[in-house]
Nanobody
Framework: QVQLVESGGGLVQAGGSLRLSCAASGSIFSINLMGWYRQAPGKQRELVASITSGGATNYADSVKGRFTISRDTTISRDNTKSTVYLQMNSLKPEDTGVYYC?????????WGQGTQLTVSS
């Protein structure tokens, strides 16, 4: 079982900043890919940013230079926990949507419940 718990969404004015967090626990082991997706009303879910367990990052062109993804991982004998962060700066109204945390492990996708971000103009 994998659990993903997101936090940090809300309402912010254009040009503002916000940080999303996603705590992953359970059978995630140490090798996986974590990321953030978003879905705007009437649009498909799209990748915003991702980060491998080794720290390699990937960003959608629309957020490059404004968003930064990072992660912390703690490994113990009994459990592995990872928290992934998405620091969002210079927010734009088009960043509005529901943001979902994602973890990929062994070709299986796990999703968080989603957190709403609204950027007002």
């Amino acid at each position: 079982q994998v659990q993903l718990v997101e936090s940090g969404g809300g309402l912010v004015q254009a040009g503002g900043s916000l940080r999303l967090s996603c705590a992953a626990s359970g059978s995630i082991f140490s090798i996986n890919l974590m990321g953030w997706y978003r879905q705007a009303p009437g649009k498909q879910r799209e990748l915003v940013a991702s980060i491998t367990s080794g720290g390699a990052t990937n960003y959608a062109d629309s957020v490059k230079g404004r968003f930064t993804i990072s992660r912390d991982t703690t490994i113990s004998r009994d459990n592995t926990k990872s928290t992934v962060y998405l620091q969002m700066n210079s927010l734009k109204p088009e960043d509005t949507g529901v943001y979902y945390c994602n973890l990929k492990r062994n070709a299986v996708d796990y999703w968080g419940q989603g957190t709403q971000l609204t950027v007002s103009s």
